[in-house]
């Protein structure tokens, strides 16, 4: 009973390590597409070292110099960069 | 300007023949700093998003000494890769070096480029066909360069057709089958 306890724990500490990795590697994603995203409209930015998701396709990026940009896709479709 | 300068050097690295340091825009493209991309404007999705090419025409980039002197028109087509604009297109829109952002901002700088192209042949378009040229080559230089890391295979392909691209954009004949084709599909 132990043994299949300490089997169950370790699966579930396996499992919970591999989702916490699939997050980091989604939020680097992010942050990298929204550093492009963001030096493509010509803004100073750097790197974007945090991002607070606020909706579906809206995000709130902060960058290694400092600046914080909103950045979400509008209605027409365009990606808009509001700096915040 | 140090952030163009490396965009270059990147891609001349991934590129290699393709670019020289004399092609590179003199220029960006019309951006108010500070300002955001928000232009209301309606959607026009009849335009396919080709994407850019370096110029080769228009300035000498290769010095080529020993050479007989050409025509300015011949080397355009003579050994030119078959276009597949269609097939281009797919690879960038499923590319995964690109974020959805960063594919969706470049569509919309694509498009811009397309009106302002579509607005030059119909005669209303403040801008020369050199200073088109001059974006598109910048425009060209972006999606390389996003592309060049996690997607070598469509960055080369890409480069290897941006004349092909070029020469349909620039030409109004082409450029308005190529828009309707667009909106066919």
């Not at chain 1, 500490?13 to 992010?30: E, F, G, K, N």
Request: glycine share 6%; charged share 25%; with cysteine.
């Amino acid at each position: 009973m132990s043994a299949y306890r300490s089997v169950s724990v370790l699966a579930s500490c396996i499992s919970l390590l591999l989702a916490a990795q699939t997050v980091a590697a989604d939020d680097a994603s992010v942050r990298r597409d929204l550093t492009s995203a963001i030096a493509l409209q010509g803004l100073p930015c750097g790197e974007v070292v945090n991002v607070i998701r606020q909706a579906e396709n809206d995000y709130i990026a902060s960058c290694k110099d400092g600046n914080r940009y909103r950045v979400f896709i509008n209605p027409q479709g365009r990606v808009v960069v509001q700096k915040q | 300007m140090a952030w163009r300068h490396a965009i270059t050097l990147a891609v001349s690295l991934v590129v290699g023949a393709g670019l020289a340091p004399g092609t590179v825009p003199a220029r960006r493209p019309a951006q108010a700093a500070g300002s955001t991309a928000e232009r209301p404007r309606a959607n026009r999705p009849g335009l396919p998003s080709p994407m850019m090419a370096t110029d080769r025409t228009t300035k000498t980039d290769s010095p080529a000494p020993k050479t007989a002197p050409k025509t300015q028109s011949a080397p355009e087509t003579i050994g030119a890769p078959a276009l597949d604009l269609a097939g281009l297109e797919k690879r960038l829109r499923d590319t995964k070096a690109i974020g959805v952002f960063t594919k969706l901002t470049l569509k919309n700088q694509v498009e811009d480029l397309l009106e302002q192209i579509k607005s030059f042949h119909e005669g209303r378009g403040g801008a020369t066909l050199g200073e088109l040229r001059e974006r598109y080559n910048l425009l060209m230089l972006k999606v390389l360069s996003l592309l060049q890391r996690d997607d070598p295979r469509l960055a080369r392909d890409l480069s290897a057709s941006r004349e092909a691209l070029w020469n349909i954009l620039a030409d109004p004949v082409k450029f308005a089958r190529m828009a309707r084709g667009g909106e066919a599909r």
